[in-house]
């Protein structure tokens, strides 16, 4: 099944778990999902990636995502915190996240809600489950949905 890339930013995924991670990769590229994936380990990397700070400075355009999947429990800085810097910035806050982890605690379904998440998505432990949900979420939050693009202008250093 070959997709046809839209002409917006990459999907972001934020996850620190190697093992999730080389699987949602596998999964990606077997559905020859054509929107680049871009990595972050971190939450601290997330917000740097998103607005082009530190390493990714010289983020060619500073395209925003198409999405990011983002998972609750990473270090620096927690996926809660990301969420709440993203939605909060008005240069972020039109991107679509959704947080793809393996947290079933309510305290952190209602708060990724309240916080303005677009949806939450437990990481399934089946094998199967887990790449269906990865194909799921990058066709629907890469393809079908529509959301503003644009470029984010970083701010002036003063």
Same mark, same amino acid.
């Given at each position: 099944?070959?997709?046809?890339?839209?002409?917006?930013? /990459?999907?972001?995924?934020?996850?620190?778990?190697?093992?999730?991670?080389?699987?949602?990769?596998?999964?990606?590229?077997?559905?020859?999902?054509?929107?680049?994936?871009?990595?972050?380990?971190?939450?601290?990397?997330?917000?740097? &990636? $998103? %607005?082009?700070?530190?390493?990714?400075?010289?983020?060619?355009?500073?395209?925003?995502?198409?999405?990011?999947?983002?998972?609750?429990?990473?270090?620096?800085?927690?996926?809660?915190?990301? %969420?709440?810097?993203?939605?909060?910035?008005?240069? %972020?806050?039109?991107?679509?996240?959704?947080?793809?982890?393996?947290?079933?605690?309510?305290?952190?379904?209602?708060?990724?809600?309240? $916080?303005?998440?677009?949806? &939450?998505?437990?990481?399934?432990?089946?094998?199967?489950?887990?790449? @269906?949900?990865?194909?799921?979420?990058?066709?629907?939050?890469? $393809?079908? @949905?529509? /959301?503003?693009?644009?470029?984010?202008?970083?701010?002036?250093?003063?």
């Amino acid at each position: 099944m070959d997709i046809k890339k839209k002409p917006l930013g /990459s999907i972001l995924l934020a996850e620190d778990n190697e093992n999730d991670l080389e699987l949602a990769l596998a999964t990606f590229e077997s559905f020859h999902l054509a929107n680049e994936i871009d990595v972050v380990r971190d939450g601290a990397e997330a917000m740097d &990636y $998103l %607005l082009c700070k530190g390493n990714y400075e010289h983020r060619i355009g500073c395209v925003p995502p198409a999405v990011i999947l983002l998972d609750i429990k990473m270090p620096k800085v927690d996926g809660l915190q990301v %969420l709440e810097a993203i939605k909060s910035n008005p240069l %972020l806050k039109n991107i679509p996240v959704v947080m793809f982890t393996s947290s079933r605690q309510e305290r952190d379904v209602v708060q990724s809600y309240d $916080l303005g998440v677009n949806a &939450y998505v437990v990481k399934p432990v089946d094998f199967d489950q887990f790449t @269906n949900a990865i194909r799921q979420l990058g066709i629907f939050w890469a $393809l079908i @949905n529509e /959301s503003p693009g644009g470029v984010i202008q970083a701010e002036e250093s003063k």
